[in-house]
Structures are given as structure tokens and as C-alpha cells.
């Protein structure tokens, strides 16, 4: 199964520091944004997984409260991927942290007043994730227009550094707070914090991108978000393997509130903070080591040894006899995780052009999410039967046989995709007045080619098949001239006249290179004739 091709040799002045896009102001100014939203947003899942623990002692109750915090992004990522792509997004993102803040400060409030009950705390928990799937799909979009393709990879390392030291930061200052004040002070810092992270986005002056095209439909956005990752054979294996990554990894952390309890000194909050801030460790470590791991072993095997590392971690942690055998498995497992999802993570970005940016890597976030609540559904109920000891057997046997049974598949390549805007074609100048609204609009090209070489045309239509879905297409098709063995003639749907003008600002140099290799079938010097009709109103 190969996802990329074999890396090449570099030499170690060719490799990117882990620091180079910290040297771009506008980087490191969200950057630190990002970092403090990540404490935050682990403050919140460390109190909020502790405050249940003493609200019931149901493992599947424990288990919830990662459930609650990770289904909004299954539930609310495509639409938040597709605002931020039709909104500002420095706007977008700031809302997103006044949001997070306004439901910290309604948490403090239910548990100021005594109210807070195992019900009401999911509810919150899941109100907070809210936030959260806001926030993910706008940086995930923002990141690639700060920093150059050569820097993107140590660019998604470093807000894996800001993730795993958040989740040493985190949990430390929240396993602090709860052993000394209270946990209801984690939540008003919570709240205090993303309110001045809201204040700092302020700070960040973004030059809209002007167009004369009016801006996309909510829903048109959103369906051409998901056409657009499922046509792309890229992201379509990419979110198979995190589907099954995070279905193994995510029982480690949802029943890891249990592992710290059963620790023989006592389960404090300190241990289960402990735990998490190993975790961080490991993956913070690896982030520096990447970009040296990338050139001397391949990506197929990058990914295969941190499934496997990251399953006989889990196995160990649940089987730990205390928390100093459980911290270093720990660490591995941290490492283990931060190398596979920043792997993976690398392949979406590159595989996704900017105007569509934010919606696939929505998809890919609700992708992640999904598959973590729904096993931490799964492993808190299967914990309730055979002990979390054996479930984390259990899930590793399943995600490492999930894993091999797909290894066979055969994955497109991201790296080989230019998708650098090309502005090369002229947009068409209608012979009457057409308003942008109206539509739909047919576009046929007429092909004449040797018919000698059909078998290769149709091949390469069959990729213009997914290019011009991708696009935004309603629909495609392929009609062969029975009176003309070699005139064939492809139409395609654009849903209104400005959808199909958007078609000329997505252009990219790979749309350029698959054009070309249309046109090389038509014979003689004339270039395929294209023609564009719009819909006419029969109503009177």
C-alpha cells in the first residue's frame, strides 16, 4: 500500500528546520494562538473526564465525555469547513474562541450553582466541541498560506509540538487547579484564556482575496467540499487509515482516567496527569526527529511502525502495575501517534488546492472524530465486560488487523500533484447578458481523435470524470458519435452561471497538465470545440 514515493536522498543541509516557519511573524503569531487554544481546549478534557469520575463510576460515562467532546466535529465539520471557506477566515477563527470562552463561563456557572449533574457536564462537553470543530478546518486551511510547500510538513510538526505541549501544559496547570481550588477554576481559566487567544487573532490583519464573483452558497459549498474528497483517490485512503488509526489509538486516551484510578497510589489527578503529559513528551520528542526519519525510511513503513508501535504501547499501559512503568509506554505511545496522524496529515494538505482547503481537511477532522467516538463508545463498553487490561488487547488486535487487511489497496501520490493556481485560460464572454444566478449551464467539448487510440482516450476522460466533479459539477458524461467512430463529445453541468466562472480562479497547474493531455488526442490543428449553453425558462 503506497500512499507516496520512495523518499529521496537528501543530504541534512537540505532538510528544513524544525524551526523555519517560526522565522514567519504571521505563522508564529497563531501559532501561539493555536498553542494556547490547544491548553485550553485539554484544561477542559482533563476536568471534564476527572469531574465525571466523580459524578459516577460507570466506565461507559467516563468513556462519553470523549464522545461528547469529538462528535461535534463529525456532526458541524463540513459546515464549518465550508464557512470558512466562503467567510473571512480571521473572523471565523476569532468567533470560534469567543465561543469556546462563552461555554467555559456557562460550565462555571451550572457548577457554581451546585447544578452539575453527569448529563448536563456531556452536554457542555459536547457544546465545547462546538468550538473546537469551528476551529480545527479554518487554521488547518490557514497554515498552508503562511509558509512555502517546502515548509508545510515541519509547519504541521510544529502545531504537533503546540498539541502535545499542550497536553503536558494542560493537564499540569488543570491537575493543579483540581488539587488545590477546585475544578471549577480550570474552566474560568479556560475561559479567560480563549477570550485573550480571541483578542490576539484581532491583532492579525488579513487582505481579503478580491473576486467579482459573488461568494459560494452554504449548501453548494458544502457539496462540492464532499465531491471533491470523494473523488480524490489521495484523501479517500488517507481517511481509511486515520478511520483506523484512531479507532485503535483513542482507547488508550478514553479509558485512561481509569488506568490512573486503579494506580496502587491512589489514582490521584496528579497520576492521570502524569500519564498525559508522558504522552506529550514522546510526541514533542519525535516532531524534531521527523523530517530526518522521512528521508531514511520510506512513508508505507513510517505509518506501519507507528500503528504498531502505538498498539504494543496501549497493550503495556493497561498491563503497567504502576504509573513509572506506565509513563515511559506512555512516551512511546505519544511518539507513535504524533508520527502517523502528522504523516497523514502532510498527505491531505497536499493533496488539497487552497479554495477547497478548509472543507477537505473538515472531512478529514470528521473523519478523525468519528472514528474516536465512536470507540471510545465501543472500548468504554467492551472495558465493562473484560476490564480495560484486555480491551486495550482487544483494540489493538482489531486495529492492527484492520490496518493489514487495507495494505494491499494501491493509494494515489499527493506529491505529484501541482495544484498552484494557474490563471492561463480566459473566462468566456457570453454573446448576451447572463447574470451570475442563472443556470444550470451545459458545457460540451467536441474531441475528434484517431480512433486507434479510444481505449487511451477513455482512460484519461475517466480522470477528467473526477476532475470536473471535483470541481463542482452537478454531473459528467461521455457520448461516442455513432456516425463518427472518432467523435466523441463530453458534457458536464456547472449548477450557475458563476459556478462555472469559479472554474477559471481554481484552475492549478495539474488541471493544466491534465487538459494538455486531453487535447494531445484531438487530431488536426484545431483545438476541441467547447461550447456553453445555459438553461432557458419555459415559465411565463
Known amino acids: 500500500m503506497q500512499l507516496a514515493p520512495e523518499p529521496e536522498t537528501l543530504s541534512t543541509e537540505a532538510l528544513p528546520s524544525a524551526w523555519d516557519p517560526l522565522r514567519r511573524p504571521v505563522f508564529r503569531l497563531l501559532w501561539g494562538t493555536w498553542l494556547t487554544a490547544n491548553i485550553c481546549m485539554w484544561m477542559n478534557e482533563v476536568a471534564a473526564a476527572w469531574l465525571m469520575t466523580t459524578l459516577t463510576t460507570s466506565p461507559v460515562m467516563v468513556a462519553l465525555v470523549q464522545s461528547a467532546s469529538v462528535l461535534p466535529v463529525v456532526l458541524f465539520g463540513l459546515p464549518s469547513g465550508a464557512l470558512a471557506d466562503i467567510l ?90 483540581i488539587a488545590s481550588v477546585g475544578t471549577g477554576y480550570v474552566f474560568l481559566l479556560n475561559a479567560l484564556l480563549s477570550l485573550a487567544a480571541g483578542f490576539v487573532i484581532m491583532r492579525w490583519r488579513l487582505e481579503p482575496k478580491a473576486s467579482v464573483l459573488p461568494g459560494e452558497r452554504f449548501l453548494g459549498a458544502m457539496r462540492i467540499g464532499f465531491q471533491y474528497v470523494a473523488q480524490s483517490p489521495v484523501m479517500r485512503a488517507v481517511l481509511l487509515r486515520i478511520a483506523v488509526f484512531f479507532l485503535q489509538s483513542t482507547a488508550l486516551m478514553a479509558l485512561l482516567p481509569l488506568v490512573a484510578k486503579r494506580m496502587p497510589d491512589g489514582g490521584g489527578a496528579w497520576t492521570y496527569t502524569f500519564l498525559l503529559a508522558s504522552l506529550g513528551v514522546g ?25 504498531l508501535l502505538q498498539a504494543l504501547a496501549m497493550v503495556a499501559v493497561g498491563f503497567a502495575p ?99 493556481p494557474a490563471r492561463i485560460l480566459k473566462e468566456p464572454v457570453s454573446a448576451f447578458p447572463v447574470e451570475h444566478q442563472m443556470g444550470p449551464v451545459m458545457v460540451t467539448v467536441d474531441y475528434r481523435i484517431d480512433p486507434a487510440r479510444a481505449a487511451e482516450f477513455t482512460t484519461v476522460m475517466r480522470e477528467s470524470r473526477a476532475n470536473r466533479l471535483q470541481m463542482g459539477a452537478l454531473s459528467w458524461g461521455l457520448f461516442h458519435d455513432t456516425g463518427e467512430p472518432g467523435h466523441y463529445i463530453e458534457y458536464y453541468l456547472d449548477e450557475s452561471w458563476a459556478d462555472h466562472l469559479r472554474r477559471f480562479d481554481r484552475f492549478t497547474a495539474a488541471d493544466a497538465e491534465l487538459r494538455e493531455r486531453r487535447y494531445a488526442f484531438q487530431i488536426g490543428t484545431e483545438q476541441p470545440k467547447v461550447t456553453r449553453s445555459i438553461a432557458e425558462s419555459l415559465e411565463e
Do not use: H, K
Open 283 to 307: 510526541a514533542i520528542a519525535t516532531a524534531f526527529f521527523l523530517p530526518r526519519l522521512r528521508v531514511l525510511i520510506t512513508r508505507d513503513r513510517l505509518l506501519r511502525d507507528g500503528m
Open 88 to 177: 473571512n477566515r480571521r473572523r471565523w477563527f476569532m468567533f470560534t474562541q469567543f465561543w469556546v470562552a462563552a461555554n467555559a463561563l456557562i460550565l462555571c456557572a451550572v457548577l457554581a450553582a451546585d447544578a452539575l449533574t453527569a448529563p448536563w457536564l456531556l452536554a457542555l462537553t459536547f457544546g465545547n466541541g462546538i468550538g473546537l470543530a469551528m476551529r480545527w478546518p479554518v487554521y488547518a486551511a490557514i497554515v498552508p498560506e503562511l509558509v512555502s510547500r517546502r515548509e508545510l510538513p515541519t509547519a504541521i510538526a510544529l502545531n504537533g509540538i503546540a498539541m502535545n505541549m499542550s497536553r503536558i501544559v494542560g493537564p499540569i496547570v488543570a491537575g493543579a487547579l
Open 322 to 420: 504502576n504509573v513509572w512503568s506506565a509513563m515511559p509506554a506512555m512516551i512511546v505511545a505519544g511518539a507513535a501517534w504524533l508520527a502517523v496522524v502528522n504523516t497523514l496529515t502532510v498527505a491531505s494538505q497536499l493533496s488539497l488546492p487552497d479554495w477547497v482547503r478548509a472543507r477537505g481537511m473538515s472531512m478529514y477532522m470528521m473523519t478523525m472524530m468519528a472514528a474516536t467516538s465512536a470507540s471510545a463508545a465501543l472500548w468504554g463498553q467492551v472495558a465493562s465486560l473484560i476490564g480495560v487490561p484486555w480491551t486495550f488487547v482487544a483494540a489493538a488486535a482489531t486495529g492492527v488487523t484492520l490496518w493489514l487487511s487495507i495494505g494491499r489497496l494501491q493509494l494515489g501520490v499527493a506529491e505529484q500533484q501541482d495544484l498552484t
